[in-house]
């Protein structure tokens, strides 16, 4: 408890004075106590804040956390695979978590560069917690480092299969009776490396944007638009920008898709509208600076982009908005926590009327209102999601991280945790990503 205290007294000190006048709140740990202190609220007061369960990844630790702001509360779930897991996906009824593996890190290795590449994907039932390893079936593409993941309507799940250029589709994989999985192959195309999947509304179609990072793509490899049929099998590959992997679509049809190194985004929508196959095409590309992630608000019609540049001066643009109709800039700004800094993202979701990211390397998550893209609120995460005895963070640069050849320096977060028997080569801290959001309130479990 001492601990608690002397943290937000140092909390207190540390906030700029917009920070103090706003609400701060201990949130209530639910389940197995993880992290050197609990997740602490700042309620800026700009509006109600939304209800439901907002829910991030701690990629280094093998852990998703579960937060109901009007309730005040947190839960820190442990997955089956002690880390590696990216993105996660929501099922219709917001009750089922899925998170691909997509790799694991042994001493010294880069993120991305993992010894053990992955092939499962990890479920998490919401109301009770509990996690597992989707064994419906095998993969049948071996390991091929699955990172993003979709729900379909119809219960089916569609993850992508990275080094073997694919994506893959698990039949109703929460039902009994779950079916044997469906290859959708890009091989020999223009698309290596699909990292994300969307699908299209109203329509049998998937897209992912294809980043060229598989081992042996040159750096001139084009980056790329994939899209599959479901019902056919059918595929088509876009020409798109440079480490094209940001991807969102729009109740339009449209799909949006951000060229990291190209510094474009790319916008797709169907000829006469007819969502078929042989109908998309590219509409419009407008320049954004490193565009990472993408996500559709609904409320605004809005798409938010946020741009990755960790090393950019502190008040370099990193999130925009723009208008999903007619495709122009509706506003512009600087992401920060007032206790922690600049956000920097690596992952963006949109749901219940807000935008939310996070950064990874504050291990904070901001919650932006669509129409003003201010934070309303933000939420101060544990730098080690471990439990007492492995969470006292000790700070340490990047610089020394690379001198030091520490897991995951490529993609340092600030810090290493103690040695843990969750992975005791990924130490760094809590590396936030994969962010979304359910309707359910899951305090209550």
Known sequence: MRQYFLGLILLGALCTPSARAAEQTLLQLLGRPLGEQPPTLINHGNGPLPSGTFIAQDKSKGVSWFINLTKGTARAVELPYNNGNHESAL???????????????????PEGGGFHPGAEVSLVDLKTGQSRVLTAAANPLGRPKPHGAQWLANGDLVVT??????????????????????????AGTACHTPHLVEQIPNSNLVVSGCRCTNPGDKPSCAGALAVADLE????????????????????????????????????????????????????????????????????TNTVGVVSYEPKAGASEINFR?????????????????????????????????????????????????????????????????????????????????????????????????PGTMRNPDDRRFAVMDGFTWSPQDLSAS
């Open 321 to 417: 908005s723009f208008d999903a109709k007619n495709h122009s800039l509706v506003g512009a700004t600087v992401l920060k926590s007032s206790v922690r800094g600049r956000i920097n993202s690596q992952g963006l979701a949109a749901a219940n009327g807000v935008f939310i990211t996070g950064g990874f390397n504050n291990q904070t998550i901001v919650i932006v209102d669509p129409k003003t893209l201010k934070v309303s609120a933000e939420i101060l995460m544990p730098r080690c999601s471990l439990p007492a005895g492995y969470n006292s963070p000790t700070p340490i640069t990047e610089q020394a991280a690379i001198k030091q050849k520490q897991t995951g320096a490529n993609n340092w977060s600030g810090g290493v945790c």
């Open 91 to 109: 099922s219709a009824d917001g009750l089922t978590l899925a998170s691909p593996h997509y790799e694991t890190l042994g001493p010294g290795d």
């Open 161 to 186: 299969a990275q080094q073997a250029n694919g994506l893959i589709r698990f039949p109703k994989p929460l039902s009994p009776g779950a079916g044997v999985p469906q290859v959708l192959n890009f």
């Open 232 to 299: 056919s099998g059918g595929t088509r590959v876009l020409p798109a920008g440079l480490g094209a992997e940001g991807i969102a679509v729009t109740p339009q049809g449209e799909v949006w898709l951000g060229g990291l190194r190209g510094n474009v985004v790319s916008i797709y929508g169907f000829v006469r509208g007819e969502r078929r196959l042989d109908q998309l095409k590219l509409l419009k590309q407008i320049y954004v600076p490193k565009p990472l992630r993408l996500a559709y608000e609904a409320s």
